[in-house]
């Protein structure tokens, strides 16, 4: 099944409320596992490499906590969400995947230690400071894993007033620069030809021109891709282009 398409709600009055119920429902790590499981589970194809530590979170307690609070239901021996349990799940996933996003473009964070250090952050980044590290990552709009990162309100204002701050390549403008931010392909051979090419986080970056190809300049050099490769390249753009 595909994922869901996240909408954005207009209703302040109601998101608040909302808000501010989730807020006074705090639940415990294993209850938000199980949660981020039943979505990997219902909305996405593939399993990411941290499924078995969402596995280990289904305990007796947590499951409990989860039916009391109405988050879950067991159909058919199954365990499902609940709508409520759908909102919920949504928002532990993009803070997880947000976490993953953070460690890996920002800190650097090698490959062996990533699922469970984003495990232990992803409990603390709440409401304000998600947003915040939003706002800082250029809302991505994946994660490493190549999962979805389902947008939050911070997502809907930059869309809104055109604010840029990370883009994928294929976005930017000739002459607009920046740095590149990360690379998103689940392609290794992709991957490979790129960090060949000394296409990597860090390196700065010029768009030439968009069209019959995307032209570019990094470290002196230019070099020529396909729509699909310049989707993959995500630049941090330098501020104050004119």
């Known amino acids: ?15 608040l409320k909302r808000l501010e119920a989730m807020k006074a429902m705090a639940l415990n790590r294993d209850a938000e596992h ?21 596995e280990a979170s289904m305990t007796k307690d947590a499951l409990q906590e989860l039916l009391e ?18 909102e919920f799940a949504r928002v532990a996933l993009r803070r997880r995947r947000l976490a993953e996003r953070l460690l890996v473009d920002l800190l650097q964070t090698a490959d062996n ?29 994946f994660c490493p894993h190549g999962g ?35 690379i998103q392909t689940k392609d290794t051979t992709v991957m490979q030809k790129l960090m060949a090419m000394g296409i990597l986080p860090g390196e700065p970056i010029r768009l030439i021109r968009r069209s019959p190809s ?11 891709v396909d729509s699909d490769i310049a989707d993959c390249i995500y630049v941090r753009l330098t501020p104050n282009q004119s």
């Open 148 to 182: 979805e990162i389902p947008p939050g309100k911070c997502c809907e204002e930059a869309q809104r007033t055109g604010f840029r701050l990370i883009v994928p390549l294929s976005e930017m403008q000739p002459n607009e620069t920046g740095r590149i931010a990360y």
């Open 113 to 141: 230690l990533l699922d469970e250090t984003a495990c232990s952050i992803e409990h603390i980044l709440h409401e304000g400071l998600e947003e915040a590290v939003c706002t800082l990552l250029g809302h991505p709009r």
């Open 34 to 54: 199980i949660l981020e499981l039943l979505w990997i589970r219902k909305h996405e194809k593939g399993d990411p490499p941290y499924l078995h530590l969402l």
């Open 1 to 15: 099944m595909s994922p869901p398409k996240f909408c954005c709600h207009h209703h302040c009055g109601a998101e």
């Open 69 to 86: 609070q109405g988050l879950i239901v067991q159909v058919n021996g199954e365990w499902q969400l609940t709508e409520k349990g759908e």
């Open 214 to 224: 995307f032209v570019f300049e990094v470290q002196h050099t230019q070099y020529a």
